[in-house]
Nanobody, 125 residues
Framework: VQLVESGGGSVQAGGSLKLSCVGS????????IGWFRQAPGKAREGVAS?????????RYGDSVKGRFTISQDNAKATLYLQMNSLKPEDTAMYYC???????????????????WGQGTQVTVS
């Protein structure tokens, strides 16, 4: 499985960014895709996740609910994270991930994920 993120950058508080993640090599076991983030000196935080099957309901971390939206384009094998009303505390490296379990749940529990990308930096000032 290969996951490649893009779209990070620097933005002022209140602004928006849209992250993208192109994936390849998925198997039926990697049926949950999503995002987590990690700021320097802090633990990983589950941001958003969605199951790849039809009708999959997104799950969001408490700190991003109502501001971030996860979506997927299966034809392009691409996962997106629309981030609105960004705050300085959203500053972190954002990673795309794939797992057979719910990614937000796995990260919140402090467990290892099956697959993740190299990350894209988001800085909010």
């Amino acid at each position: 499985v290969q996951l490649v993120e893009s779209g990070g950058g620097s933005v002022q508080a209140g602004g928006s960014l849209k992250l993208s993640c192109v994936g390849s090599g998925f198997t039926v076991k990697s049926n949950c895709i999503g995002w987590f983030r990690q700021a320097p000196g802090k633990a990983r935080e589950g941001v958003a996740s969605v199951y790849t099957g039809i009708g999959g309901k997104p799950r969001y971390g408490d700190s991003v609910k109502g501001r971030f939206t996860i979506s997927q384009d299966n034809a392009k094998a691409t996962l997106y994270l629309q981030m609105n009303s960004l705050k300085p505390e959203d500053t972190a490296m954002y990673y795309c991930a794939a797992d057979e379990r719910d990614i937000v749940v796995v990260v919140t529990a402090g467990l290892q994920l099956d697959y993740w990308g190299q990350g894209t930096q988001v800085t909010v000032s």
